[in-house]
Antibody
């Protein structure tokens, strides 16, 4: 069974850092492009970042550029999002999603990040 | 960051046809394909339509998509109670950003 399981969310103070993980199983992880998408409470979806399957091409939304870093470890079937200099507006459920060009056939269940003092 | 504009709400009675619009620009919908997602309350989004008008396996043919110029549409025919959800369009932008629509809540009356 194909699965994406996010972890690492929690409460963090403004200016703090957090690292999200997304563990994949049931498919050949290295064959797929991956993304992070977030959703603030009661709000719409926002694409955050993209990483290619093997050559580590990455893209970021302007709202997180310079603060967030996407990475992957294909040997561990894992995707990561290092989030630094966190702000209140980064409070959201963060989903990992499989695919490219915003065609996401498969999503994780999400992990909640709350930025608050 | 650019966004795709959708009406905030749409509604219909069971069996009716509902259409949701998605307005973009020449930097996103105008040059790239459009995808649609359905999000039921408390769950992750689900891909409903990709490449403007393609349905993933398992998506009923009541759902259809189209694109013209810098706009796209999602149609739900034969509306059912389980279609009550939030719907989002999405497209890649030539600024190397992914862009989602503002979202439309569909209510079945």
């Amino acid at each position: 069974e194909e699965q994406l399981v996010e972890s690492g969310g929690g409460l963090v103070q403004p200016g703090g850092s957090l690292r999200l993980s997304c563990e994949a199983s049931g498919f050949s992880f290295s064959d797929y492009e991956m993304n992070w998408v977030r959703q603030a409470p009661g709000k719409g979806l926002e694409w955050v970042s993209y990483i290619s399957g093997s050559d580590n091409t990455v893209y970021y939304a302007d709202s997180v550029k310079g603060r967030f870093t996407i990475s992957r470890d294909n040997a561990k079937n894992s995707l990561y999002l290092q989030m630094n200099s966190l702000r209140g507006e980064d409070t959201a459920v963060y989903y990992c999603a499989r695919g490219g060009w915003l065609v996401f056939f498969f999503w994780g269940q999400g992990t909640l990040v709350t930025v608050s003092s | 960051q650019s966004v795709l504009t959708q009406p905030p709400s749409a509604s219909g009675t069971p069996g009716q046809r509902v259409t949701i619009s998605c307005s973009g620009s020449s930097s996103n919908i105008g040059i790239n394909t459009v995808n649609w997602y359905q999000q039921l309350p408390g769950t992750a989004p689900k891909l409903l339509i990709y490449s403007n008008n393609q349905r993933p396996s398992g998506v009923p043919d009541r759902f259809s998509g189209s694109k013209s110029g810098t706009s796209a549409s999602l149609a739900i025919s034969g509306l059912q109670s389980e279609d009550e959800a939030d719907y989002y369009c999405a497209a890649w932008d030539d600024n190397l950003n992914g862009v989602f629509g503002t979202g439309t809540r569909v209510t079945v009356l």
